[in-house]
C-alpha cells in the first residue's frame, strides 16, 4: 500500500518545523515563493506567528524558569528530600511540552492537508492569506521588516 505524498503538504508542513533551524526567516520565505498556493501561504503565515510567539515566551520565561530552579535547588541543599531534586526535571519537561506542542500539531495538521487553525491565529492568518489577494505580498513584507524589529528592540 503506497501513499501518494502530496508536496503541497510537505512543505506547509516544513514551515512548523524550520522553528528548529531559522524561526520566523523560512516561513516568510515560503510566503513570498509560495504566495500563489493558498494552502502553503496559510500555513507559512499561521507558522510565522506561531514562531514569534514561541520565540517571545521563550525570552520571557527563561529568566522566571532560572529563578524557579534557583529556588528548587536552594531547597534541595537545605532538605534531603529526593522529591524536590526530580522538580527541576518536571518543569524543564513541562516546558518544553509548551513549545513543542503547537510545532507537533500544525506540522500534523499541515502534512495531512488540513486547514487546521490555531486560536485567534488562525483567523488572522485567514484574514491576511484572503487580504493577500487583493494586494501584493511585498506590502507585508515591508510591514513586517519595519514592525518585527520594533519587538525587538529594548
Not at 510565522?48 to 532560572?66: A, C, G, Q, T, W
Not at 526530580?86 to 499541515?110: M, R
Request: glycine fraction near 4%; include cysteine.
Amino acid at each position: 500500500m503506497t501513499k501518494n505524498i502530496n508536496m503541497e503538504y510537505v512543505l506547509a508542513s516544513l514551515t512548523y518545523i524550520s522553528f528548529i533551524i531559522l524561526p520566523v526567516l523560512v516561513p516568510l520565505i515560503f510566503a513570498i515563493i509560495f504566495r500563489k498556493n493558498k494552502f502553503i501561504l496559510f500555513h507559512s503565515i499561521q507558522a510565522m506567528f506561531i514562531h514569534i510567539i514561541l520565540l517571545e515566551f521563550i525570552s520571557l520565561s527563561i529568566p522566571f524558569f532560572k529563578s524557579i530552579c534557583k529556588y528548587i535547588f536552594i531547597l534541595s541543599i537545605n532538605t534531603q528530600n529526593p522529591m524536590i531534586d526530580n522538580l527541576e526535571i518536571v518543569f524543564g519537561i513541562l516546558y518544553l511540552l509548551v513549545v513543542i506542542t503547537p510545532i507537533l500539531l500544525g506540522t500534523y495538521y499541515s502534512s495531512g492537508g488540513k486547514w487546521f487553525r490555531f486560536p485567534l491565529i488562525g483567523f488572522i492568518s485567514e484574514k491576511i492569506v484572503y487580504y493577500l489577494d487583493k494586494i501584493n505580498i511585498y506590502y507585508l513584507l515591508f510591514g513586517l521588516i519595519i514592525v518585527v524589529p520594533i519587538f525587538y528592540t529594548k
